[in-house]
């Protein structure tokens, strides 16, 4: 009785296609929504990556890449009716939340911070105040993972200015 040897084949669209599809979710230097500074951020990267036929459940996969700043809040969002998916890949990172309050007013005493391991992924509830991850080693650069519905930067995003930053750390 001869066991069977199953080799390793190198990933390509033909060879894959039968069981779905992939991108590479970090060579995408050229295709920021927005950028600069500290924070920069890719949508719906790999376009084909979602998982169903039905266009209003469609998640996509993006990524957030941050170098690390001061630790002080400047801008806030929130989507309505979504939740989003952040999934720091490698690094830690802290993330500013605030429940959600109805309206377009950021409850600035009920921010927290909290510390996310890396490989840790945090599923904020539908409009649940956040922003990009802060990296939370000094002259460290941290990639993470973001999951949301296709679009919703477009169609699902309240982005506000604090007028004044509030420090933490």
């Not at 230097?29 to 500074?37: I, V």
């Not at 500013?96 to 600035?108: I, K, Q, R, S």
């Not at 991850?133 to 679009?151: C, D, G, H």
Request: hydrophobic share 45%; glycine share 10%; charged share 20%.
């Amino acid at each position: 009785n001869k066991d069977m040897k199953i080799s390793i084949q190198k990933l390509s669209v033909g060879a894959f296609s039968k069981f779905g599809t992939y991108g590479s979710l970090l060579s995408i230097e050229e295709k920021a929504l927005a950028g600069g500074g500290a924070i920069w951020f890719w949508p719906d990267v790999g376009g084909v990556l979602n998982l169903g036929p039905d266009c209003a459940s469609q998640a996509a996969f993006g990524i957030c890449r941050v170098a690390w700043r001061p630790l002080k809040i400047e801008v806030c969002e929130y989507h309505t009716s979504t939740g989003e998916g952040i999934l720091p890949l490698d690094g830690d990172v802290y993330i500013h939340v605030a429940p959600p309050t109805g309206d377009d007013v950021v409850p600035l005493k009920a921010i927290e911070v909290f510390r996310v391991p890396k490989g840790t992924m945090v599923v904020l509830k539908p409009g649940v105040w956040h922003h990009a991850p802060f990296a939370v080693r000094k002259n460290e650069t941290v990639s993470s993972l973001i999951v949301l519905p296709q679009r919703t930067y477009a169609n699902d995003c309240v982005v506000k200015k604090l007028a004044k930053p509030l420090v933490f750390g």
